[in-house]
């Protein structure tokens, strides 16, 4: 919504007012909350506001008839920030648009009690009203977009030695490694929202048999026609075999896995289908430059990258992927969307570094961002959710955890 003032009061000795407004949601206990602030327009008794976004739940809690107050202030450069006066309106009001209706006196009750003839401190006008539905991410899931699942495992020596016991990789008859933790946690996740549970499984960084050529995108299972495995078990079962195959090597580039999802996802464009890549590695990147034009120019496509680091490295390159604090870039081109999620695997274990305290904490924050991922690829094409008929019911256990595991209620 946009507003304008006209006539508001003079405040400033020199020059005019410096107007800006304060929206208050009203609480059931008669409280007001603030929700939302303009911003300050210099030196001027009629106002123009630029335009507004405000979620509706924000403005009126859903409740159409409930007060919304604004007040009318005149800026001051040490906070001292002087009343012009204030009115009252509702979402029902307001939804009757750009209209004389929508014209309100700026009272100042004060002003209003010593002076007799006192009318008002100027007059607020709304420009433009629109309302917008905003949908979730579960409307995308029901109208059938599917989550393509693939993972990336790093196999350079910087993990150690697989036979031996500091190996990031070693396989403990006993207990899981990290990779394969990491692994599990996320991927039972994310499973259940690909329909057909076949998971394409690479590995970067190894010299490969029988002539030991090395690669940055090679099958797990071997099969590089078909690199699908069944399930996280399949997925877990080709990483063992790996691990007896290959020869861990280097360098750590990333870039050609992302490619290689990134091919994928920019075939379907059209909100059918979303693509999730997660990258396990112990953090040591060899071609950042160009991970980080790959990143930027899968940030355009239904694309999230998740990556998550094992071991105790530095993972200050991971933290700059991960883009949450300064927007990543590549030869001064800005990323679209934040695509990447990172999430060092040892904030989430025990102190012997044997098990991890809560698999639901880890799977939760590692996808607490694909919601909101996949709604701003969808917004940013302007695709909406099909309005699908409800899948038929299969009888099976209660899904509630992939709710939680992404960030959503069980409702």
Known sequence: MQFCANKLDKKDFFGKSDPFM?????????????????????NTLNPVWQPFSIPVRALCN???????????????????????????????????????????????AKKKIKKKRYVNSGTVSLLSFNVESEHTFLD???????????????????????????????????????????????GEIIQDYDSDKMFPALGFGAKLPPDGRVSHEFPLNGNVEN???????????????????????GPTNFAPVVNHVARYAAAVQDGSQYFVLLIITDGVISDMAQTKEAIVNAAKLPMSIIIVGVGQA???????????????????????????????????????????????????????????????????????????????????????????GLGLSKD
């Open 22 to 42: 304060v929206f208050y949601r009203s609480n059931e206990d008669g409280t007001f909350t603030i929700c939302h602030k303009t911003e300050v327009v210099k």
């Open 227 to 249: 690199p699908y495995c069944t399930g996280i078990p399949g997925i877990l079962e080709a990483y063992h075999q790996s691990l007896k195959t290959v020869q861990l090597y």
């Open 62 to 108: 859903g409740d159409y008839s409930r007060t919304i107050k604004v007040e009318v202030y005149d800026w001051d450069r040490d906070g001292s920030h002087d009343f012009i006066g204030e009115f009252t309106t509702s979402y029902k009001d307001l939804c009757r648009g750009y209209s004389q209706l929508n014209v309100y006196e700026v009272v100042n």
């Open 140 to 186: 995308y899931i029901k109208g059938g977009t599917q989550i393509h699942f693939t993972v990336a495992i790093d196999f350079t020596a910087s993990n150690g030695n697989p036979s031996q016991s500091t190996s990031l990789h070693y396989m403990n008859p006993y207990q899981m490694n990290a990779y394969a933790m990491a692994l599990k946690a996320v």
């Open 314 to 404: 530095e993972f200050d390159a991971m933290v700059e992927l991960d883009g949450d604090d300064i927007r990543i870039s590549s030869r001064g081109k800005l990323a679209e969307r934040d695509i990447v999620q990172f999430v060092p695997f040892r904030d989430y274990m025990d102190r012997t570094g044997n098990h991890v305290l809560s698999m639901a904490r880890l799977a939760k924050d590692v996808l607490a961002e694909i919601p909101d991922q996949l709604i701003s690829y969808m917004k940013s094409r302007a695709i909406k959710p099909n309005s699908a008929p409800p899948p038929p019911y299969s009888p099976g256990p209660p899904k509630t955890e992939l709710c939680v």
